[in-house]
């Protein structure tokens, strides 16, 4: 597979994840945390936020390798 086409099928997966995280925090956090401290609620969004990094990190590196050299 070419790198252009990792890159891009790798931008909509990032995509996808990211839609999909906030959905789910959101959700998470309307169900479960609508009667709690602020401070609590602080930590929540802060780890929820950024709680998406480490699903990607392996996209990132997929998406980062080098293409398989052709022959000229």
Do not use: C, D, E
């Not at 998470?28 to 990094?53: D, E, M």
């Amino acid at each position: 597979m070419s790198v252009r086409t990792r890159k891009f099928i790798g931008a909509v997966g990032l995509l996808a994840l990211v839609g999909f995280w906030a959905l789910l925090a959101m959700a998470l956090a309307q169900s479960a945390l609508t009667n709690i401290n602020g401070w609590v609620a602080v930590v929540y969004y802060v780890i929820a936020g950024l709680g998406w990094v480490l699903p990607a990190m392996p996209l990132i590196a997929w998406m980062s390798r080098p293409g398989k050299a052709t022959p000229h």
